[in-house]
């Protein structure tokens, strides 16, 4: 169980307003992250539902019971830090008993746990090393296990790959996937990258300034963002945003229109532009197309095997059904 | 510093200072080692003659050698038991955010400028007066008998005037480890449900470990040689005469320097012996 529900929560530290009034349903089992730019009030949300800062007002109900006055330890939940927050004097072994320990469960039980998660996480080699003797990912991982021992009702993380470097991120992103897949808990997760946001998620919340611009399943919010915000946050590369006249043809005062709906032509198209950067991954290539009239630059996705130069002028045709549409206060026009 | 030019040119840099220092310590060390294997009594006769070990074996077998030992060891034990103790607690007290956090924290460093003299002085005078110190006022004031501390508990009136000056060193010393430790590990046993208590004994102490033994360490070098507090108080009756008053005493009030030197020799193997006990076990913590 751990369907965790808030309502008209606010927070501020003095006279500053991190979280403005706030409403959010996470149903038990999902996997739902929290993504938006540095400083949105993110972690503090999330220390918030852990109760590691007190709410100025609203309430917050893990399964249905208030929870203003549980402490942390009694939320049934547990976090994994950014920093991994390990303690770096005790053995691998004895950070995830930690919490077994301070539950008061007996030693062969606490050894019963340790290795099952121990061996569920790669980690059997390493119990009887020190934090400061782990790679970063190995850290990840006994901090990931110090957290699933406890067989909380929810796991919270605070943007926990960010300490990695790209490669284990994407085998780390698979790792918690697939633990989430196999212990179907309530999981929240803080990023700020929108890779991991889309790639997990069963629901994304999108935050700007502690409010919430949207939530919704990772589809959701590529196919339909509310407004340009989103639209402006999820998907890589970003969406081409477009004001003007052009907009103006469509009734609406901005439009948008991601790269891979764009498709590319050397003889003709609605648009026509001046290759600048072209970008080369393999399977796929992202010209930046300048002189377009339209905005600075309209990125563009083409297969890998299709080659422009630096300077070739090429013509551009949007896919109509794939247009987005927004009016003067940037919310999306239906 | 990874070149051999660099470490040469490192090193001739280095040289006048280890210089100074060596010939700093070098010269009373060579002049105290040839004072003990001399008779020499300054008021009468001066210099009488080469003794060899006979300096060391009265020193050694004086009555007064091995309560003098013992009251050293217990001095310093006692000093460093209130001084760690209340210094963690001190430090503890001091990291938590309060009103006036600058001044306070001031306030409780300001022991540590006051000249040992100058302390042992006014806790003499005005806490253990018998007649008017402030103590013996508030045993009155509760109807008790004032103690007459510096007869009645000398050992324990030094520890605490000793302990009154070095736990600003502890705590300071304490205070800086403890701001070191991040706070999500703190946060991260909170989640894991340890209680308070919990939190000090399996997180915060272990991360003190290291400044514990620090301060352990320097305090008992420099704890082994007090003085001026013995001088101005008790002047080593009641059992609080040290090695160092002991040696004091030979030299300067028995006139006997060939036989205070040799005492000094055994201070300084006693503090070796102990800086490399305690050097070891910095070591090992230090090695994690
Ligand atoms: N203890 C505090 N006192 C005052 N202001 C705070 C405190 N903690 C956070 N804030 C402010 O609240 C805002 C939100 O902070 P928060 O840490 O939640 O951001 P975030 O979304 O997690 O950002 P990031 O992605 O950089 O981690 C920031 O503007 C920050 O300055
Ligand atoms: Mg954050």
Redesign the interface.
């Known amino acids: 169980m751990g369907q965790i529900v808030l309502e008209q929560v606010t927070k501020s530290f003095g006279d500053v307003t991190v979280i403005p009034p706030l409403d959010l349903i996470i149903e038990d089992g999902e996997f739902t992250v929290f993504v938006g730019p540095s400083g949105c009030g993110k972690s503090t949300l999330l220390r918030l539902i852990?109760g590691?800062e007190d709410v100025t007002s609203g309430e917050i109900r893990i399964d249905g019971t208030p929870s203003a006055t549980t402490?942390?330890?009694k939320r049934g939940?547990?976090?994994v830090?950014?920093?991994y927050?390990?303690?770096?004097?005790?053995t691998v072994r004895k950070n995830i008993a930690?919490?077994l320990r301070?539950?008061g469960l007996d030693r062969a039980e606490q050894d019963r746990r340790v290795e099952q998660a121990a061996a569920v996480l790669n980690l059997t080699d390493y119990l009887d090393r020190?934090p400061?003797q782990l790679s970063g990912g190995q850290r990840q991982r006994v901090a990931i296990g110090?957290a699933i021992v406890?067989e909380p009702a929810a796991f919270l993380f605070d943007e926990p790959l960010s300490n990695l470097d790209a490669a284990l991120r994407v085998g780390m992103r698979l790792e918690i996937s697939e633990l989430h897949n196999r212990l179907k808990t309530t999981m929240i997760y803080v990023t700020h990258d929108q890779v991991e946001a889309m790639t997990m998620a069963d629901k994304i919340v999108v935050l700007r300034a502690g409010h919430i611009e949207q939530v919704g399943s990772p589809l959701e919010l590529y196919k339909a963002p509310r407004n340009l915000f989103v639209a402006g946050f999820i998907g890589s590369p970003r969406m081409n945003l477009i004001g003007g006249a052009e907009a103006a043809k469509h009734n609406a005062t901005t439009i948008g229109i991601r790269p891979e709906h764009i498709s590319i032509s050397a003889e003709e198209g609605a648009w026509s532009g001046v290759v600048g950067v072209s970008e080369h991954l393999g399977s796929d290539t992202f010209f930046h197309v300048q002189d377009t009239g339209l905005a600075e630059t309209v990125t563009v996705r083409a297969d890998g095997e299709v080659n422009f130069r630096h300077g070739d002028r090429i013509y551009l045709t949007p896919r109509e059904e794939r247009l987005h549409r927004f009016d003067e206060q940037g919310l999306r026009i239906a | 510093m990874s070149t051999k030019a660099s470490r040469s040119a490192a090193r001739l840099m280095l040289a006048p200072a280890v210089i100074l220092l060596l010939a700093w310590m070098l010269v009373p060390l060579t002049m105290t080692l040839i004072f003990s294997f001399q008779r020499y009594l300054p008021m009468r006769g001066g210099f009488q003659g080469w003794v060899g070990f006979e300096n060391y074996a009265r020193f050694i077998g004086s009555s007064a050698f091995w309560p003098a030992i013992q009251t050293t060891i217990i001095i310093v034990g006692g000093v460093l038991l209130i001084t760690v103790i209340l210094g963690i607690l001190l430090a503890i007290l001091l990291d938590q955010p309060m009103w006036g956090q600058g001044m306070v924290r001031i306030l409780v460093i300001a022991p540590f400028f006051v000249m040992p003299t100058v302390s042992g002085l006014v806790w003499k005078n005005m806490f253990m007066d018998p007649n008017n110190g402030l103590l013996s006022h508030l045993w009155r004031f509760f109807g008790a008998d004032p103690v007459i501390w510096l007869s009645d508990a000398s050992m324990l009136s030094i520890i605490l005037i000793v302990s009154w000056q070095w736990l600003p060193f502890a705590t300071l010393i304490l205070l800086t480890a403890i701001q070191s430790l991040?706070s999500?590990?703190i946060?991260?046993?909170?989640?894991?449900?340890?209680?308070v208590l919990?939190r000090f004994w399996?997180?915060i102490l272990?991360?003190l470990?290291r400044a514990i033994t620090i301060v352990i360490l320097i305090q008992t070098i420099f704890l082994l040689a007090i003085f001026a507090e013995i001088f101005v108080t008790t002047q080593g009756s009641f059992g609080t005469r040290t090695l160092t008053y002991l040696i004091y005493q030979r030299v300067l009030e028995s006139q006997n320097v060939g036989l205070g030197s040799a005492g000094g020799i055994y201070a300084v193997i006693l503090a070796n012996i102990f800086a490399l006990l305690l050097m070891r076990i910095v070591g090992k913590n230090l090695d994690?």
């Not at chain 2, 946060?187 to 209680?195: L, Q």
């Open positions: 852990a590691l402490p942390p330890a939940l547990a976090m830090f950014q920093s927050a390990l303690y770096p004097h005790m930690f919490p301070m539950a020190r400061g110090r406890r | 991040d999500e590990q946060e991260a046993a909170e989640m894991d449900g340890a209680p919990s399996h997180i272990p991360h470990a994690r």
